[in-house]
């Protein structure tokens, strides 16, 4: 299946085709994503009176300037989306404590009309929104969910908390949008999408699991779109318009890898999706760590470094030494000196070791 610029018709036809209970769309910025979801919660509510919530990582997030111009691409420009949709009744959203509104603008002032969602912080969610009731909710859009920082402690669990406040035993639609920003993602690991990091712009995968007697369909669709390039260049570039994984420059190895002798192997993992071998290489007496993807399942006798348990007589839960060699070695990784295979490797391992903090000081 291939798609292009995301609408809120390709929304449509993959509900209609897989019944999602959770859609993943992710990809390159300005490419679509947040407008389709935005367009879809719109119409529901006008062909039903459904609600949505606009979910956000910080109570930060949802500042009411910043809550209003969430719906500018809806009312600049020559067209305006909420006339269109609303039969030209409505012109507007507004914003106020947490609480959208549809609105007539006309002359600098806004008449409010009827209650269309709510903002919520996924970061105050157990203590704000658990005793609440959002009958009227059917659209939850989960919006910058990826993230190159550290994400919430426990925040699959405190976001599944939270879904369960609002569905409240029904079936509802949760649209989680996000950048392609970094593949080290607790969703992306703890709900075992194990294809995110090798599927293809302009695919949509879809994932099948059972809990108890409940079928839970999760459709994963990574964007592609295709733009002329007016003021983007670099690897920025490639991310923003191309929807390629961000990634920074990383050191690579000064000569080809065959001219190194290997002396030590082990293989660091984040998760299932995230598996990075690393190998300390020596050159005229000079070593450093090399580390690339690692692709294949780990071997009996491996060393390996992972947060997540092992049964293994070779696993750490840190880089933490087994013999006076690792204690050696494992310093060189504290002193920075590490190339890589590729930038996005170096750029995901580097964000893995911050995030998870498993070298030993």
């Known amino acids: 299946m291939s798609r292009t610029y ?10 209609r085709e897989h019944n999602p209970n959770y859609m993943i769309v992710f990809g390159g910025r300005n490419d679509g994503k947040s407008y389709a979801a935005k367009e879809k919660c719109l119409r529901d509510f006008f062909d039903h009176g459904a609600m949505f919530t606009y979910l956000r990582r910080y109570d930060i997030d ?12 809806f009312t ?3 067209k305006n989306k909420i ?64 993230s190159a920082d550290v994400m919430l402690y426990n925040e699959v669990k405190i976001f599944m908390n939270y879904i369960s406040t609002i569905n409240r035993g029904r079936r509802i639609s949760v649209y989680m949008i996000g950048n392609t920003v970094s593949r080290h993602n607790a969703f992306f690991r703890e709900w075992g999408l194990e294809n995110i990091p090798k599927q293809k712009p302009g695919t949509v995968d879809i994932y099948n699991f059972r809990e108890g007697d409940l079928d839970i369909v999760i459709a994963c669709y990574y964007t592609s779109t295709k733009k002329e390039n007016t003021m983007f260049f670099g690897s920025a570039a490639k991310m923003i318009q191309g929807g390629e994984w961000d990634s920074d420059e990383q050191p690579h190895l000064k000569y080809k890898e065959e001219e190194y002798e290997e002396v030590y192997r082990c293989i660091f993992m984040t ?37 997540e348990y092992v049964e293994s007589m070779y696993y750490t839960n ?11 070695l494992f310093t060189f990784l504290e002193y920075g000196r590490i190339c890589f295979g590729d930038n996005l490797t170096g750029t995901e391992f580097k964000r893995a070791l911050k995030q998870l903090n498993v070298l030993i000081n």
């Not at 995301?6 to 509900?15: A, D, F, G, S």
């Not at 949802?62 to 691409?73: E, Q």
């Not at 609303?86 to 409010?112: P, Q």
């Not at 903002?119 to 989960?142: C, D, G, M, T, W």
Request: charge should be negative; include cysteine; glycine fraction near 6%.
């Open 6 to 15: 995301v609408t809120y018709e390709n929304l449509l036809e993959i509900e």
């Open 62 to 73: 949802i500042k009411s300037v910043d809550n209003r111009l969430y719906w500018a691409d």
């Open 76 to 78: 600049s420009g020559k």
């Open 83 to 146: 006339m269109e949709l609303s039969g030209k009744k409505w012109n507007d959203i507004d914003y106020e404590k947490g609480v959208f509104y549809l609105g007539l603008t006309a002359d600098g002032k806004t008449e409010r009309g009827p209650v269309i969602g709510y903002a919520h912080a996924l970061s105050v969610a157990e203590k704000r929104y658990k005793s609440l009731q959002f009958p009227e909710v059917e659209n939850v859009i989960y919006e910058e969910f990826c």
């Open 271 to 307: 998760d299932k999706l995230n598996r990075y071998l690393c190998r300390f290489m020596v050159r005229d007496d000079v070593g450093v760590w090399y580390v690339t993807a690692k692709t294949t399942d780990p071997k009996p006798n491996d060393r390996i470094i992972s947060p």
């Open 318 to 328: 840190k880089f933490i030494p087994l013999n006076d060699i690792e204690r050696k």
